[in-house]
């Protein structure tokens, strides 16, 4: 025990050492990331070598070799090579060893991937058709498993293949493994998002698509937690039917007719009845963001032709002239665009009565007072999702402040902080609470930083640009604050804790002298240009 402890001083110590320039390097392994001058992060130095061999001999291995231990270290080897270069120079060797018949290797493949960030663009469609074919087909669950972990990471360039997730015996409807059906539902609810993502054009090169939400994946979640009487679909896994509703309620606006309004806005009230409160509080974030969405456009639709006029811009365009071709495009796209919003906002017309999306936001609120602290943070938590969404509920944020657990008050303290000047608000309350507290307590001492922070978001302090110098004081202040906890926390009594109390004291005063004299061995860093 008293080893680890020792340990962990060690450890915090080193990332409080000064830096001290070391001599140039006689190997040809690579140095650690550093960052530029600038304060600009750099790229990092991967190795050339890995347990003494080459990126290309390791694919070799993984490629050729008949032992299975051997190519599963292959595997595992090349993630530690440059992922631009690796994913290019090893992708057809990765994709065969997808087909391997070690499940164990297929299982570290797709694992691989997902540390490298995907695969190289050139090999995306075959990678996706492998994918497919292991969730539909493949024996081993931990490799259909992570195979559909894998293809969520591909977002909405999956769209082509999620349909394998919704099958009748697979993905979402996977009954003998409630965590398949888990990342099913993530996975579907990533594809299925609005966003943007690449595809191959009419011309054969990749365009940049954007994706509206896919309306199918929609309708699969919502079907996970509809809780109405006589419907069967609902899983009974209450952590899939919260990942379901979170999903649709995240997927974005559809910008598509009032049968998709009225389909996600009724499929997140059939949610409402369920017993877990976590799930009930996010059907209502869900309807709230939608609701406040269809406002916002039926208040648009009163006058579609308004918008801002900038006369500089125009005077500028007109004394520069402008290419008569062009400039009829211009005017027959912007004709196009303002039909199809007219369109749109006719067809948002029938959208049934949905009620106000304040309704929702108040039914947040309720569950702030909670006796449960878990659900008290699950609605803090919504309310921070909403940011400037609950601004009108910013006085029962500001009143979790005081919450009876630290968790609660320490998120409510960031979620007003998200707020930006926004929160100026209630900035009064939180500089009065951060004056009151104690520099010489734990959780005080903890609030006191935290509160700091928030309000210097508030007032714009943090927008002013900080050295490296003064980023590393800070992180040594940080690390100064966790050794004093660890040294308050020994016995005098006991012999061992003596001596390490001891030394703990004087590496404290170290670092406390060299950050407040600011010795000329390690100089300040010049400011960033």
Not at 109 to 126: E, F, N, R
Not at 405 to 429: Q, T, Y
């Given at each position: 025990?008293?080893?680890?402890?020792?340990?962990?001083i060690?450890?915090?110590?080193?990332?409080?050492?000064p830096?001290?320039?070391?001599?140039?390097?006689?190997?040809?392994k690579?140095?650690?990331?550093?960052?530029?001058?600038?304060?600009?992060?750099?790229?990092?130095?991967?190795?050339?070598?890995?347990?003494?061999?080459?990126l290309?001999?390791?694919?070799?291995?993984?490629?050729?070799?008949?032992?299975?231990?051997?190519?599963?270290?292959?595997?595992?080897?090349?993630?530690f090579?440059?992922?631009?270069?690796?994913?290019?120079?090893?992708?057809?060797?990765?994709?065969?060893?997808?087909?391997?018949?070690?499940s164990?290797?297929?299982?570290?493949?797709?694992?691989a991937?997902?540390?490298?960030?995907?695969?190289?663009?050139?090999?995306?469609?075959?990678?996706?058709?492998?994918?497919?074919?292991?969730?539909?087909?493949?024996p081993?669950?931990?490799?259909?498993y992570?195979?559909?972990?894998?293809?969520?990471?591909f977002d909405?360039?999956a769209r082509?293949?999620?349909?394998?997730?919704?099958?009748?015996?697979?993905?979402?409807?996977?009954?003998?493994?409630?965590?398949?059906?888990?990342?099913?539902?993530?996975?579907?609810?990533?594809?299925?998002?609005?966003?943007?993502?690449e595809a191959?054009?009419?011309?054969?090169?990749?365009?940049?698509v954007?994706?509206?939400?896919?309306?199918k994946?929609?309708?699969?979640?919502?079907?996970?937690?509809?809780l109405?009487?006589?419907?069967?679909?609902?899983?009974p896994c209450?952590?899939?039917?919260?990942?379901?509703?979170?999903?649709?309620g995240?997927?974005?606006?559809?910008?598509?007719?009032?049968a998709?309004?009225?389909?996600?806005?009724?499929?997140?009230?059939?949610?409402?009845?369920d017993?877990?409160?976590?799930?009930?509080?996010?059907a209502?974030?869900?309807?709230?963001?939608h609701?406040?969405?269809?406002?916002?456009?039926?208040?648009?639709?009163?006058?579609?032709?308004?918008?801002e006029?900038?006369?500089k811009?125009?005077?500028?365009?007109?004394d520069?002239?402008?290419?008569?071709?062009?400039e009829?495009?211009?005017?027959?796209?912007?004709?196009?665009?303002?039909l199809?919003?007219?369109?749109?906002?006719?067809?948002?017309?029938?959208?049934?009565e949905?009620?106000?999306?304040?309704?929702?936001l108040v039914?947040?609120?309720?569950?702030?007072t909670?006796k449960?602290?878990?659900?008290?943070?699950?609605?803090?938590?919504?309310?921070?999702?909403?940011?400037?969404?609950?601004?009108?509920?910013?006085?029962?944020?500001?009143?979790?402040?005081?919450?009876?657990?630290?968790?609660?008050r320490?998120?409510?303290?960031f979620?007003?902080?998200?707020?930006?000047?926004?929160?100026?608000?209630?900035?009064?309350?939180?500089?009065?609470?951060?004056?009151?507290?104690?520099d010489d307590?734990?959780?005080?001492q903890?609030?006191?930083?935290?509160?700091?922070y928030?309000?210097?978001?508030?007032?714009?302090?943090?927008?002013?640009?900080?050295?490296?110098?003064?980023?590393?004081?800070?992180?040594?202040?940080?690390?100064?604050?966790?050794?004093?906890?660890?040294?308050?926390a020994?016995d005098?009594?006991?012999?061992?804790?003596?001596?390490?109390?001891?030394?703990?004291?004087?590496?404290?005063?170290?670092?406390?002298?060299?950050v407040?004299?600011?010795?000329?061995?390690?100089?300040?860093?010049?400011?960033?240009?």
């Amino acid at each position: 025990m008293r080893f680890m402890r020792v340990t962990a001083i060690l450890m915090l110590l080193a990332v409080a050492a000064p830096v001290v320039p070391a001599d140039p390097p006689t190997s040809t392994k690579s140095d650690p990331p550093t960052s530029s001058k600038s304060g600009t992060p750099q790229k990092p130095e991967y190795p050339k070598e890995v347990g003494g061999k080459t990126l290309e001999k390791w694919i070799d291995l993984m490629d050729n070799s008949p032992d299975p231990a051997v190519r599963d270290m292959a595997v595992k080897a090349i993630c530690f090579f440059d992922p631009e270069i690796t994913t290019k120079a090893a992708g057809p060797a990765l994709l065969r060893r997808m087909e391997d018949r070690d499940s164990g290797i297929r299982v570290n493949v797709l694992l691989a991937i997902g540390s490298m960030g995907g695969v190289h663009s050139d090999y995306v469609p075959k990678a996706l058709e492998l994918l497919q074919k292991h969730i539909a087909g493949d024996p081993q669950s931990v490799v259909r498993y992570h195979a559909i972990v894998c293809l969520g990471r591909f977002d909405q360039d999956a769209r082509r293949y999620m349909g394998v997730l919704t099958e009748k015996t697979e993905g979402i409807h996977d009954v003998g493994s409630y965590e398949i059906r888990r990342a099913s539902v993530i996975a579907l609810a990533r594809i299925g998002a609005a966003g943007k993502g690449e595809a191959v054009g009419k011309n054969g090169k990749v365009e940049e698509v954007d994706y509206g939400v896919d309306m199918k994946a929609v309708r699969e979640l919502l079907a996970l937690c509809d809780l109405r009487t006589g419907i069967t679909t609902a899983d009974p896994c209450a952590e899939i039917r919260l990942l379901a509703v979170r999903g649709v309620g995240s997927m974005g606006i559809p910008k598509t007719g009032a049968a998709d309004w009225q389909t996600i806005i009724d499929g997140l009230k059939y949610a409402l009845p369920d017993k877990k409160e976590s799930i009930v509080i996010a059907a209502h974030v869900g309807l709230f963001r939608h609701l406040s969405a269809l406002e916002q456009f039926r208040e648009e639709a009163k006058d579609p032709d308004k918008k801002e006029k900038d006369p500089k811009k125009d005077k500028k365009d007109l004394d520069k002239g402008k290419d008569p071709e062009k400039e009829k495009a211009e005017k027959e796209r912007a004709e196009k665009e303002r039909l199809e919003k007219l369109a749109f906002y006719k067809e948002l017309e029938k959208v049934k009565e949905t009620g106000k999306s304040e309704t929702h936001l108040v039914e947040i609120v309720k569950f702030t007072t909670n006796k449960d602290p878990l659900v008290r943070q699950e609605a803090l938590n919504a309310l921070a999702s909403l940011g400037r969404g609950a601004l009108p509920r910013i006085t029962d944020i500001l009143a979790l402040t005081t919450d009876s657990e630290l968790s609660i008050r320490i998120g409510a303290i960031f979620a007003l902080g998200a707020l930006g000047e926004d929160a100026k608000k209630v900035l009064p309350e939180l500089e009065k609470m951060r004056d009151k507290l104690k520099d010489d307590k734990g959780e005080e001492q903890l609030t006191k930083g935290v509160l700091t922070y928030c309000i210097d978001h508030i007032t714009g302090k943090d927008k002013v640009e900080k050295t490296e110098a003064m980023k590393a004081e800070e992180r040594k202040m940080l690390v100064v604050l966790e050794l004093e906890r660890l040294r308050d926390a020994l016995d005098d009594k006991k012999e061992e804790d003596k001596s390490l109390k001891a030394a703990l004291t004087a590496s404290i005063d170290h670092i406390k002298d060299r950050v407040e004299k600011k010795d000329p061995a390690r100089p300040d860093d010049k400011k960033p240009k």
